[in-house]
């Protein structure tokens, strides 16, 4: 018996085969497209899930309450890894990263400048790395050693055997090679070359409560409780800093768990609510959305053309089949198209997955024997074919066989209230997703063009590692042609980073707290810049201007002197003065409010070069610098890059999630189109005796295609005014999530409608027209 339905299902999937291509079709593309979804989404969960017992190591973070808010940070004071190794009973390992960038390792004649850490022997108890060669119980036995990834042994070594072997880090320090790790893989948020020895970064940098450089780890024993142990953390640190009770309430420590890191790293009011856990969800969704659009159009399509079968049906019970097995027929039947549809959509993955990893820069593969993945496959299947087997197996299968074949069954309006709310949430999904990926596009566009207060365009950006005399490299490009400015900065501007509260002004209230972005500039950083000086004048050398101050506007309001120029100031113990004042600028991403910002003249403190470059004159300028630079610093490879490049990676996210958009929702709208497509031809077949009739009588070609398309064109109607609703309210907490955004405005809706409209009508004209035009006598002959 059953393989008399299989018989049956195949026979009747070929019979119908223009119907049966836009089911298989629809649902293999919506399903293709949740798969690449589901591809990433897992990826994006799965990021440091591979540590052993990762639910035991937590990230220290410092939360800072003052009277402007909370302000977090996700870098400690060097000591603290020490004292909590010491005094907290419950933790079993701790350490602290320090992120030093690129750094030079020479072997023999040959330099490399890979990316690496400084840390404690314990990182490697903590993380789950894998040793490939060496000391694989204590990959960092002294101070002297080193751990390389294998690619980078590779690229220094060849086929040599590193273990035990010597290179200079950093110009002046002989480490031995000790241990060989595998390749760091995409799901590991620590991304690194090497990881050398802490001992060696504290020959450079002084270990003092008052600066938090370094992240640190730890991972507990089996049976702590976060809370309590964060409560000791912070209850020994306010003793050994002899905090007072006002001091230790503004002042904490927060533990958060590592592996949601990655995902959650937006703190508001002290707590991780955000990152890219957004993306995360909004994608889920949007993989939810495409699979329902193309669960409901199989399911129309399923009802829709089950109705015509009602002869079949009334033969099958005059003969003896059983209500149960007719359902049971017509499950299978679902069941095998939703099969088929998946092996499609297997197909058309394959097919996409290299572009869809180009896109999202991943390596995403699939894993066909893993049950992570073979069990949703299975899910979706059954479920989809149950679902849309269900309404033509419990109604079809209670037909009254006599009247049916009589002909009197009555079928022709039989689902309609169902096949039209269908198409009506297809449709409002569709809407919610167009308005959706037109916002994304229209934030994203407004960040791109959004003025930052300077000029980004045309400056070059160059890392100052390698070079020894900092003003000899500035005179020799000065006289470059096509340079017009350069300066020098601790940081990038795009990203400044350094936040205390000890900048001091003259006239400050004496328990004023204001923490304050400090970058620390050279001369002409003003002019390099671009920026607008409102106020005073910009750093000179003559004026020998070294520990003098510029603000911006924001730090200038919340000092609320009327005149700020000439205030004497004090930052980190460097004695200046205020001599100007700039427009705003924004030092951090767009989601971030507008923050008090200070310039620091200190040209000593610099860890790159900014020069601006006349437009026209690029690549003669790039020529001269790099000339420059293989005579000033042969040992390090010359890079740069071009600020305006700086602000598109700060933004690659939000690019990358509004091509995802855009890609997906279009395939949205055309499963959409598929599914109207097969139920316009459903309803013109259905009516074609109907079109027949009304052409005899003298109707028209156009009012037969207004008497079709009205209907459609009224659910489309329906669907806009449910589904700009929706969207605005989505699309409003989405653009909340920016400091600074793009409105909605009407546009956005009436590019929506208009193509909503459009698209329908002419899905139906193309449809409607076919039947219109037909030969009446073609379709009454047997009346």
Same mark, same amino acid.
């Not at 809706?749 to 002419?762: A, N």
């Given at each position: 018996? @059953?393989?008399?339905?299989?018989?049956?299902?195949?026979?009747?999937?070929?019979?119908?085969?223009?119907f049966?291509?836009?089911?298989?079709?629809?649902?293999?593309?919506?399903?293709?497209?949740?798969?690449?979804?589901?591809?990433?989404?897992? *990826?994006?969960?799965?990021?440091?899930?591979?540590?052993?017992?990762?639910d035991?190591?937590?990230?220290?973070?410092?939360?800072?309450?003052?009277?402007?808010?909370?302000?977090?940070?996700?870098?400690?004071?060097?000591?603290?890894?020490?004292?909590?190794?010491?005094?907290?009973?419950?933790? &079993?390992?701790?350490?602290?990263?320090?992120?030093?960038?690129?750094?030079?390792?020479?072997?023999?004649?040959?330099?490399?400048?890979p990316?690496?850490? +400084?840390? *404690?022997?314990?990182?490697?108890?903590?993380?789950?790395?894998?040793? !490939?060669?060496?000391?694989?119980?204590?990959?960092?036995?002294?101070?002297?050693?080193?751990?390389l990834?294998?690619?980078?042994?590779?690229?220094? @070594?060849? *086929?040599v055997?590193?273990?035990?072997?010597?290179?200079?880090?950093?110009?002046?320090?002989?480490?031995?090679?000790?241990?060989?790790? /595998?390749?760091?893989?995409?799901?590991? #948020?620590?991304?690194?070359?090497?990881?050398?020895?802490? /001992?060696i970064?504290?020959?450079?940098?002084?270990?003092?409560?008052?600066?938090?450089?370094?992240?640190?780890?730890?991972?507990?024993?089996?049976?702590?409780?976060?809370?309590?142990?964060?409560?000791?953390?912070?209850?020994?640190?306010?003793?050994?800093?002899?905090?007072?009770?006002?001091?230790?309430?503004?002042?904490?420590?927060?533990?958060?768990?590592?592996? /949601?890191?990655?995902?959650?790293?937006?703190?508001?009011?002290?707590?991780?609510?955000?990152?890219?856990?957004?993306?995360?969800?909004?994608?889920?969704?949007?993989?939810?959305?495409?699979?329902?659009?193309?669960?409901?159009?199989?399911?129309?399509?399923?009802?829709?053309?089950?109705?015509?079968?009602?002869?079949?049906?009334?033969?099958?019970?005059v003969?003896?089949?059983?209500?149960?097995?007719?359902?049971?027929?017509?499950?299978?039947?679902?069941?095998?198209?939703?099969? !088929?549809?998946?092996?499609?959509?297997?197909?058309?993955? &394959?097919?996409?997955?290299p572009?869809?990893?180009?896109?999202?820069?991943?390596?995403?593969?699939?894993?066909?024997?893993?049950?992570?993945?073979?069990?949703?496959?299975?899910?979706?299947?059954?479920?989809?074919?149950i679902?849309?087997?269900?309404?033509?197996?419990?109604?079809?299968?209670?037909?009254?066989?006599?009247?049916?074949?009589?002909?009197?069954?009555?079928?022709?309006?039989?689902?309609?209230?169902?096949?039209?709310?269908?198409?009506?949430?297809?449709?409002?999904?569709?809407?919610?997703?167009?308005?959706?990926?037109?916002?994304?596009?229209k934030?994203?566009?407004?960040?791109? #063009?959004?003025?930052?207060?300077?000029?980004?365009e045309?400056?070059?950006?160059?890392?100052?590692?390698?070079?020894?005399?900092? /003003?000899? +490299?500035?005179?020799?490009?000065?006289?470059?042609?096509?340079?017009?400015?350069? #300066?020098?900065?601790?940081?990038?501007?795009?990203?400044?980073?350094?936040?205390?509260?000890?900048?001091?002004?003259?006239?400050?209230?004496?328990?004023?707290?204001?923490?304050?972005?400090?970058?620390?500039?050279?001369?002409?950083?003003?002019?390099?810049?671009?920026?607008?000086? !409102?106020?005073?004048?910009?750093?000179? &050398?003559?004026?020998?201007?070294?520990?003098?101050?510029?603000?911006?506007?924001?730090?200038?309001? !919340?000092?609320?002197?009327?005149?700020?120029?000439?205030?004497? =100031?004090?930052?980190?113990?460097?004695?200046?003065?205020?001599?100007?004042?700039?427009?705003?600028?924004?030092?951090?991403?767009? =989601?971030?409010d507008?923050?008090?910002?200070?310039?620091?003249?200190?040209?000593?403190?610099?860890?790159?070069?900014?020069?601006?470059?006349q437009?026209?004159?690029?690549?003669?300028?790039?020529a001269?610098? &790099?000339?420059?630079?293989?005579?000033?610093s042969?040992?390090?490879?010359?890079?740069? =890059?071009?600020?305006?490049?700086?602000?598109?990676?700060?933004?690659?996210?939000?690019?990358?999630?509004?091509?995802?958009?855009?890609?997906?929702?279009?395939?949205?709208?055309?499963?959409?189109?598929?599914?109207?497509?097969?139920?316009?031809?459903?309803?013109?077949?259905?009516?074609?005796?109907?079109?027949?009739?009304?052409?005899?009588?003298g109707? =028209?070609?156009?009012?037969?295609?207004?008497?079709?398309?009205?209907?459609?064109?009224?659910?489309?109607?329906?669907?806009?005014?449910?589904?700009?609703?929706?969207?605005?309210?989505f699309?409003?907490?989405?653009?909340?999530?920016?400091?600074?955004?793009?409105?909605?405005?009407?546009?956005?809706?009436?590019?929506?409608?208009?193509?909503?409209?459009?698209?329908?009508?002419?899905?139906?004209?193309?449809?409607?027209?076919?039947?219109?035009v037909?030969?009446?006598?073609?379709?009454?002959? #047997?009346?």
């Amino acid at each position: 018996m @059953f393989r008399n339905y299989l018989f049956v299902a195949f026979r009747n999937f070929l019979r119908q085969g223009f119907f049966s291509f836009l089911n298989v079709g629809g649902l293999a593309a919506g399903l293709a497209c949740t798969f690449l979804i589901y591809l990433w989404v897992m *990826d994006e969960l799965n990021k440091d899930k591979f540590h052993t017992e990762v639910d035991r190591v937590y990230h220290v973070a410092t939360n800072i309450y003052n009277s402007e808010g909370t302000i977090t940070w996700q870098d400690t004071p060097g000591p603290l890894a020490e004292e909590i190794r010491n005094n907290i009973p419950e933790v &079993e390992h701790v350490a602290h990263l320090a992120n030093d960038g690129p750094r030079l390792i020479q072997y023999n004649d040959t330099n490399f400048l890979p990316a690496g850490y +400084f840390t *404690d022997p314990s990182f490697f108890q903590i993380f789950s790395f894998s040793v !490939l060669k060496g000391n694989k119980s204590n990959p960092l036995p002294n101070p002297s050693s080193i751990v390389l990834t294998a690619s980078l042994a590779r690229k220094i @070594f060849g *086929d040599v055997d590193p273990i035990g072997k010597s290179l200079k880090l950093r110009s002046e320090n002989d480490v031995v090679v000790t241990a060989v790790i /595998d390749d760091i893989t995409d799901q590991s #948020s620590l991304t690194f070359d090497f990881v050398a020895h802490f /001992d060696i970064h504290k020959k450079y940098r002084e270990q003092q409560w008052g600066n938090s450089d370094y992240n640190t780890f730890i991972k507990f024993k089996d049976g702590f409780n976060a809370s309590e142990a964060q409560t000791k953390i912070n209850k020994h640190i306010a003793k050994v800093l002899a905090l007072t009770e006002e001091e230790q309430a503004r002042f904490k420590y927060y533990l958060q768990p590592f592996a /949601d890191r990655y995902l959650y790293s937006s703190f508001e009011n002290g707590f991780p609510v955000s990152g890219r856990i957004k993306y995360v969800k909004i994608f889920t969704v949007v993989a939810i959305f495409i699979l329902l659009i193309a669960c409901v159009n199989f399911m129309n399509m399923a009802t829709a053309r089950a109705v015509v079968r009602h002869k079949e049906i009334g033969v099958r019970k005059v003969i003896g089949a059983q209500r149960w097995t007719l359902m049971f027929q017509f499950l299978i039947e679902s069941i095998m198209v939703s099969a !088929l549809a998946m092996l499609a959509a297997l197909f058309l993955v &394959e097919i996409l997955l290299p572009f869809f990893n180009t896109l999202v820069v991943k390596k995403l593969t699939i894993h066909y024997t893993q049950w992570d993945f073979l069990l949703p496959i299975l899910g979706i299947i059954l479920t989809t074919g149950i679902l849309a087997g269900l309404y033509p197996a419990f109604i079809l299968s209670r037909v009254n066989p006599v009247r049916v074949l009589k002909g009197v069954s009555g079928s022709a309006s039989q689902g309609l209230i169902l096949r039209r709310a269908l198409v009506v949430f297809q449709f409002v999904i569709s809407v919610v997703l167009i308005v959706s990926s037109l916002v994304v596009y229209k934030q994203i566009d407004f960040i791109q #063009s959004k003025d930052l207060g300077y000029d980004r365009e045309n400056v070059l950006v160059i890392p100052a590692r390698g070079v020894r005399n900092y /003003d000899l +490299f500035k005179n020799q490009l000065s006289t470059i042609s096509g340079i017009t400015h350069i #300066s020098t900065a601790g940081e990038s501007i795009i990203q400044i980073n350094n936040q205390n509260d000890s900048f001091w002004w003259e006239g400050k209230e004496e328990n004023r707290e204001l923490y304050v972005r400090t970058l620390t500039v050279g001369y002409d950083f003003v002019e390099t810049m671009g920026f607008t000086l !409102l106020e005073g004048r910009s750093f000179s &050398e003559a004026l020998n201007d070294t520990t003098n101050v510029i603000i911006n506007q924001k730090m200038a309001a !919340l000092m609320g002197a009327k005149n700020p120029v000439g205030l004497s =100031t004090i930052q980190w113990g460097l004695k200046g003065k205020i001599i100007g004042v700039v427009g705003d600028f924004h030092s951090r991403s767009l =989601t971030e409010d507008m923050e008090p910002i200070i310039l620091l003249c200190y040209p000593n403190w610099t860890s790159r070069f900014y020069v601006r470059i006349q437009p026209d004159k690029t690549n003669e300028a790039l020529a001269g610098i &790099e000339n420059i630079w293989k005579k000033t610093s042969p040992a390090y490879p010359f890079e740069y =890059t071009f600020l305006d490049s700086h602000y598109e990676r700060l933004y690659r996210e939000e690019q990358v999630i509004g091509k995802l958009a855009l890609g997906f929702t279009f395939m949205a709208v055309l499963i959409s189109g598929l599914g109207l497509l097969g139920l316009a031809a459903y309803s013109t077949e259905r009516r074609k005796k109907e079109i027949s009739v009304r052409k005899v009588l003298g109707a =028209t070609v156009s009012s037969l295609i207004t008497l079709i398309s009205k209907e459609f064109l009224l659910l489309a109607l329906t669907a806009l005014c449910i589904g700009c609703p929706l969207a605005y309210y989505f699309m409003t907490m989405f653009l909340q999530g920016y400091a600074y955004h793009t409105t909605m405005g009407y546009l956005v809706f009436i590019l929506t409608g208009g193509g909503l409209l459009t698209l329908t009508l002419l899905i139906i004209l193309f449809q409607v027209t076919r039947s219109a035009v037909a030969n009446p006598t073609n379709n009454l002959r #047997s009346e």
